[in-house]
């Protein structure tokens, strides 16, 4: 047995079930080693789909994403997706192959500094000189990645370490980093309160079963952050709705009018909190973000079970406010939020993958989730593209329907994965809102620079024509009407459906 056939055996071991990538030159031997497991392993078109694709499967599912390429053209395609991951803490593992280890630090053909690009985008990046070092790191990433998942780890795999045979295993033992110092000062802050607020990120969800009891008991209201939707149903009236820059009223009103702020598992991004509040107490699992007067690193689990709550009544104080947010044009013909509105109103259960743009604005803003991973898009760093690959990732991971809300820009980043669809016969629908433009860039062309639309003009391909190619049904409406008709259908993917709209402002966040 070599190096690269225990990797695989230990995968297994790990219950990992689906891996995405692309095989190549280097990291050969462990393709071999996977084509003799139970590994599913997906073939994407490109590598950064592959890495969005394993991106959406962690989102959608809490399974650990795996992504695998070849040396540095493989390798380096994967940058952007990682990226995206590291940036919205998204335990993936990443697995690259390279070059012989006596190549390193040469300009042999097709070497590139792996270790140090990824130690920029990943939580670690680990090179193994030889294969007991291999083993141990692999151990030790998928350890980290379920226990203590603040982001993406990568394995750079030198070919002839792969092929070594000769190699020690054993097991490793953890203990989770916390430090709790600061759980009495919070009590106190939390005895004191009469209007405390919880806000959740992802780093919660884990706990939503836990967390929606204490709400509900204590009648501590709730608010989130993207990544957090439907942590609490945001049909309940406990789930105030987002937090941060796209805050809805009720959620704004609390956040200015709390007198004890919990929040547990967010990364505090100026997106979420443009402001430090008082009274913060902030739990995470992740030093490095920590903020406020009570920062407490460890994890959700253990500070619920060091702290206690008492009842208090100002939910009926903050359900007074109307809490649904104005937008206007959502029976407007040719209205991409008109459209979507539909779109959603029709797959309210299902998972929606976004991506980025104006399309991306006016889908957070409608969609409402009943559980967590219910609404995936490219977060902090947001790429165009992460939509249909995400897709892909959610469809392998849970089986279920997905649909797309893609624009046309973002669409033909990765449309190439179109054959990835038809290939695995996922039950993805594309729904592709083509106004023809790079929308929000318009947007800020003109009313930020007050310039006339500059490069941000799109000579579309017939994208129905383009989805038949692929072997995938495809249809193309104009008009409200004719999308309503087809939404009364009962519809499977794989399908693209073509949405004509008009040009479209969004409504700019107020901080």
Same mark, same amino acid.
């Given at each position: ?62 399974? %650990?994403?795996?992504? #695998?390429?070849?040396? !540095?053209?493989?390798? /380096? @395609?994967? &940058?952007? +997706? =990682? ?33 140090? %690009?990824?130690?920029? #985008?990943?939580?670690? !990046?680990?090179?193994? /000189? @030889?294969? &007991?070092? +291999? =083993? ?376």
């Amino acid at each position: 047995m070599n190096v690269a056939n225990k990797f695989v055996e230990i995968l297994e071991e790990e219950g990992i079930e689906n891996i995405f990538g692309i095989p190549g030159d280097q990291i050969m031997p462990v393709y071999k080693a996977l084509s003799e497991s139970n590994i599913n392993h997906v073939l994407t078109r490109h590598e950064q789909a592959a890495a969005h694709a394993a991106d959406g499967y962690y989102r959608s599912s809490g399974k %650990i994403g795996v992504c #695998i390429a070849t040396a !540095s053209p493989g390798a /380096l @395609n994967f &940058t952007m +997706a =990682i990226a995206t991951a590291f940036k919205d803490n998204i335990p993936l593992l990443i697995l690259t192959g390279d070059n012989e280890l006596k190549y390193k630090g040469t300009d042999y053909f097709q070497t590139t500094p792996q270790l140090e %690009i990824f130690k920029n #985008i990943t939580q670690t !990046s680990y090179n193994p /000189l @030889n294969g &007991t070092e +291999a =083993i141990y790191v692999l151990r030790a990433a998928i350890y980290e990645l379920k226990t203590i998942p603040k982001g993406p780890i990568h394995i750079n795999l030198s070919k002839d370490v792969l092929l070594e045979e000769d190699f020690d295993d054993f097991e490793l033992c953890y203990l989770c980093e916390n430090d709790l110092s600061n759980i009495s000062k919070a009590q106190e802050l939390i005895n004191n309160a009469v209007k405390p607020l919880f806000i959740l990120g992802a780093g919660a969800i884990s706990q939503r079963e836990n967390i929606e009891m204490l709400s509900k008991k204590y009648q501590i209201p709730v608010t989130t952050t993207f990544h957090a939707k439907g942590i609490i149903s945001e049909y309940d009236e406990l789930n105030l709705g987002l937090v941060g820059i796209r805050a809805t009223p009720r959620a704004k009103y609390a956040m200015e009018n709390a007198d004890c702020i919990i929040a547990l598992g967010i990364k505090a991004s100026e997106r979420t909190l443009p402001k430090i509040p008082k009274n913060l107490i902030h739990v995470n699992i992740n030093s490095d973000v920590l903020i406020g007067d009570y920062p407490i690193q460890g994890k959700v689990e253990d500070f619920l079970l060091e702290i206690s709550f008492k009842k208090v009544n100002w939910l009926s104080e903050i359900l007074e406010i109307e809490n649904e947010v104005k937008i206007d044009g959502l029976d407007a013909d040719l209205k991409p939020q008109a459209a979507i509105k539909r779109i959603l109103n029709k797959f309210s259960n299902n998972i929606i993958a976004s991506d980025a743009g104006s399309h991306t604005t006016w889908t957070t803003l409608l969609k409402k989730s009943l559980k967590p991973g219910q609404l995936l898009f490219s977060g902090a760093m947001a790429p165009m593209g992460y939509g249909l690959p995400a897709a892909i990732g959610a469809a392998v991971a849970t089986g279920e329907k997905i649909i797309v809300i893609n624009g046309d820009g973002d669409f033909q980043m990765n449309l190439q994965e179109l054959a990835t669809i038809r290939e695995n016969n996922l039950n993805v629908i594309i729904f592709i809102l083509n106004n023809s433009e790079y929308g929000i860039i318009r947007q800020w062309e003109e009313s930020m620079y007050d310039m006339e639309p500059y490069q941000v003009n799109l000579n579309n391909p017939n994208f129905t024509k383009l989805a038949s190619s692929y072997g995938i049904d495809a249809v193309r409406v104009d008009n409200l009407t004719d999308l309503e008709l087809i939404l009364e259908k009962e519809l499977a993917g794989p399908l693209v459906v073509e949405v004509v709209v008009e040009s479209e402002d969004i409504p700019l966040p107020k901080v």
